[in-house]
């Protein structure tokens, strides 16, 4: 028989999607399950990008550019003009989703066995991307102890070795909901500038901040424009995960030429998607007034509901629609399972995401999972009783 490789052997499964078949079976017993372990919000998708697709006037779907439409990308440093980011469309590279982006971006500025230092817990498919690539990541601990603050700029020194090419930074974080302050993201630039790094940051959540705060981009610091990869994707912004647009955007324009030839080994970013992202821009702002707001309900209710049960702690999110929270059990992976597989109440169940798959360190997140505040309060209110229930009942139950 024909070997598998070993990229295919190294290659991490979906902490997220790894117990579907779980859910699936419980569903077939006729059970409820509240899907609190991926970022699919139920909130609507603009009507506007919708209308785009159902009215378009094309009449063949052609291969969009490389790049993508060129009116989509102009368009889009419209956008990011709008938020103090003097971009213009050659700067912009559409991709399949915001994963693509972050595969080309590794491909495009790392060698192989060349190192990134991402904060951990971090999302879980930067370890897929980093295989795909044949790179490594060297994961700097956070801790929800201080709620997943970026840990301290010595740390980061003290893992860095020749080899050590970038530093990925999602902001606000996947999976904890932190949102890195200015402060933090510019003494990171100081260690960046001095070895001369790449940044890399994921900035998919950007409009979801909260209490206040406002989101900084890394594309706001000076003196970085040759060193930061900008990425992004319209899936939650606009609610419309499945039209897999995302964005690979640079100043530099030497490493968006190389990028370039990747976009066109793969042809091209989807045609019907950047009809729907490009109109979803002009989404009126009532449209996110409505949406931060039924978000910050959802987060305030989930966590009082879930620091109130007994031995589990919550961080409040300061950004995104997750958190990582620690309940009084002794494995998280068992856990999730069983909650699927041996649990039921009121015929409901919930599917979590066990955080063992958001760490790189082995034996970290054990106690730990991420949630996912993405259904209506309503939904989220049984399933925060169904999980209470759980814990109680859970033969692994540590306090």
Request: contains cysteine; negative net charge.
């Amino acid at each position: 028989m024909p070997t598998i490789s070993e990229k295919a052997k190294k290659m991490p499964a979906s902490p997220i999607r790894k117990l579907v078949p779980y859910a699936e079976a419980a569903k077939k017993l006729g059970r409820k399950v509240y899907h609190l372990n991926i970022g699919q919000p139920d909130i609507e998708t603009p009507g506007i990008a919708l209308d785009s697709v159902k009215n378009m006037k094309e009449r063949v779907i052609e291969y969009s550019h490389s790049a993508g439409n060129q009116s989509y990308r102009e368009k889009l440093a419209g956008y990011y003009k709008g938020i103090d980011i003097d971009i213009n469309a050659n700067d912009i590279i559409i991709t399949n989703g915001g994963s693509e982006a972050i595969i080309f971006a590794f491909m495009t500025c790392l060698n192989p066995g060349d190192e990134v230092i991402i904060p951990e817990p971090f999302y879980a498919n930067y370890n897929g991307f980093a295989v795909t690539a044949g790179i490594e990541v060297k994961p700097i601990t956070s801790s929800i102890n201080n709620d997943f603050a970026l840990p301290a700029i010595e740390e980061f020194e003290k893992i860095i070795t020749p080899k050590t090419k970038g530093i990925v930074i999602c902001n606000p974080n996947n999976p904890t909901g932190y949102l890195y302050s200015e402060k933090e993201l510019r003494e990171l630039s100081l260690l960046v500038k001095k070895y001369d790094l790449y940044l890399f940051s994921d900035e998919v959540y950007r409009e979801f901040c909260y209490d206040g705060e406002n989101h900084f981009s890394a594309m706001h610091i000076e003196g970085l424009e040759n060193n930061v990869i900008l990425l992004d994707s319209v899936s939650k912004r606009y609610s419309m995960c499945g039209v897999r647009v995302g964005a690979m955007i640079s100043k530099n324009k030497d490493l968006m030429s190389y990028a370039m030839k990747f976009a066109q080994a793969r042809l091209c970013p989807p045609s019907l998607g950047q009809i729907a992202s490009e109109a979803a821009l002009e989404t009126p702002k009532a449209y996110f007034d409505e949406v931060y707001a039924e978000y910050i309900e959802r987060r305030n209710f989930m966590v009082e509901k879930l620091n109130n049960m007994e031995g589990v702690y919550c961080p409040k999110p300061k950004g995104a629609f997750y958190t990582v929270v620690k309940l009084p059990i002794d494995d998280s992976d068992r856990f999730a399972q069983w909650i699927l597989e041996d649990f039921e109440y009121n015929n409901q169940t919930v599917m979590v995401a066990p955080a063992t798959g958001f760490y790189s360190t082995p034996g970290l997140g054990k106690n730990e999972v991420r949630i996912a505040y993405v259904l209506k309060k309503e939904d989220l209110a049984n399933a925060m009783e169904v999980l209470e229930a759980a814990l109680k009942a859970y033969p692994g139950r540590k306090l």
